[in-house]
């Protein structure tokens, strides 16, 4: 009787043990777990404003913007690249990676295909096509700068996100000196501001709170839309006439066609002092329409444009006049 005591009690006490030992070890998996995860995940505010949980170092990222696109390669994560929107073409490397439609409406059915641990969007995508990816448990951050420091910024948290922190830096750096040495001739409280009317397609333009505006505001002009109530604004040809800008720039690229002649020929376009002054110029869209590296390409080009007087050495001077 005694000796199915002790064994009964034995067993008990093995049990006790065996559960004691699970508990730790379940204990232990999850600490670590969780520790797992917050070394793998973090969350960034985007620029919607959004609280997105990302993975440190995605693997399998999609651009859905060239804007975006261009950003990425930049800092050093082109070789993680798996999709990108039609459009990207810079650098020649996105144009070789697989492409998941347009950014205004995106192949959802190749995005989910592509299993990405990232997805990069702009304000070109809409917010309901943003939401129909979420469902699908996919993690999308948006890039969408309203000034060209919104657009450094947007480089250095790509550069955090994929572990590319010091190339971030070095590019963001870079840019940054590039800016100073422009804004310090265009400054001067002496120099004058011409009215400036940029076209990115036949009458839209850059308005309030966009970085075009910005970017025209930099190179020492006077936007004619700046007060216009929304970021990319169609306006009409009697707010043109009744701007009689000094200085028009057209784009020239995939989405737009407009030629010299164009302009000339629009209604009333023939009295404005930039086509009296021959002050009509072209610009490249890609560097001027792609919240990117690029756009500080474009404000030294603009400021060349309109301040042609502030560069004394003549390779310093472009001439886009047709």
Not at 94 to 112: D, H, Q, R
Request: glycine share 6%; net charge neutral.
């Amino acid at each position: 009787m005694n000796k199915r005591k002790n064994i009964t009690w034995l067993a008990a006490i093995a049990m006790a043990c065996i559960l004691i030992l699970a508990a730790f070890i379940v204990i232990s998996y999850v600490t670590q777990f969780k520790k797992s995860k917050r070394q793998t995940e973090f969350t960034v505010i985007d620029d919607y404003g959004r609280a997105v949980t990302v993975p440190k170092n995605p693997r399998r990222i999609i651009s859905l913007a060239p804007g975006c696109t261009e950003i990425i390669f930049a800092v050093g994560l082109g070789t993680r690249v798996v999709g990108v929107d039609d459009y990207s073409n810079y650098p020649e490397a996105a144009k070789n990676i697989t492409k998941i439609g347009s950014y205004l409406n995106p192949n959802l059915e190749v995005i989910v295909s592509l299993e990405p641990d990232l997805i990069l969007a702009s304000d070109m995508t809409s917010k309901e096509y943003i939401t129909s990816l979420k469902e699908k448990n996919l993690t999308v951050f948006v890039l969408a700068p309203k000034a060209i420091q919104g657009i450094i910024r947007d480089i250095r948290l790509v550069g955090i996100i994929g572990n590319k922190t010091k190339e971030a830096d070095n590019l963001t750096n870079s840019l940054e000196q590039r800016i100073n040495a422009i804004t310090l001739k265009t400054k001067s409280n002496t120099l004058y501001t011409p009215r400036v009317y940029v076209e990115y397609y036949p009458y839209w333009t850059h308005g309030l709170e966009s970085f075009g505006n910005d970017l025209i505001s930099m190179a020492g002009g006077k936007n004619i839309a700046g007060a216009t109530a929304t970021a990319y604004s169609e306006i009409t040809n009697e707010f043109v006439v009744g701007s009689n800008p000094e200085i028009i720039v057209f784009t020239v690229g995939l989405h737009s066609s407009t030629t010299i002649k164009d302009i000339i020929s629009r209604i009333g376009w023939d009295k404005f002092d930039a086509v009296k002054n021959n002050k009509i110029y072209t610009i490249d869209d890609d560097i001027i329409s792609r919240p990117g590296p690029r756009i500080v390409d474009a404000l030294e080009h603009l400021t060349r444009l309109i301040h042609p007087e502030l560069f004394s050495l003549e390779s310093e001077k472009y001439d886009n006049r047709f």
